[in-house]
């Protein structure tokens, strides 16, 4: 079993840059791939972007492509969704969840979550 916290967001103004971060204790997190998921009030929490294990690969929602990086430093047992351009539709809670398969998009293929952290972009 795998622990998630996820920490770094906050309220931002459209074009800026926000970092994210997903700590993991209990089993060692270099095991997992590691996705990120959005949700806003009244929607289905939605994909984002993920990080295989190793070797650690990158896939992306569509929208997200070119604006949003993933990436996860092992050592520090941690993974990071950096957030670029950052526009009003981006606001949401931003949970990362972890999985044993690979390029896994949906959320039930998740097993273990964070507590979500909110992200507000103010036009």
């Known amino acids: 079993q795998v622990q998630l916290v996820e920490s770094g967001g906050g309220l931002v103004q459209v074009g800026d840059s926000l970092r994210l971060s997903c700590a993991g204790s209990?089993?060692?997190?270099?095991?997992?791939?590691v996705g990120w998921f959005r949700q806003v009030p009244g929607k289905e929490r939605d994909f984002v972007g993920g990080?295989?294990?190793?070797?650690?690969?990158?896939f992306y929602k569509d929208s997200v492509r070119g604006r949003f990086s993933v990436s996860r430093d092992n050592a520090k047992k941690t993974v990071y969704l950096q957030m670029d351009n950052l526009k009003p539709e981006d606001t949401a809670v931003y949970y990362c969840?972890?999985?044993?398969?690979?390029?896994?998009?949906?959320?039930?293929?998740?097993?273990?979550w964070g507590q979500g952290t909110q992200v507000t972009v103010s036009s």
């Open positions: 209990g089993r060692t997190l270099a095991m997992y791939t």
């Open positions: 969840a972890a999985t044993s398969g690979y390029y896994r998009t949906s959320v039930e293929a998740y097993d273990f």
């Open positions: 990080i295989t294990s190793s070797p650690p690969n990158l």
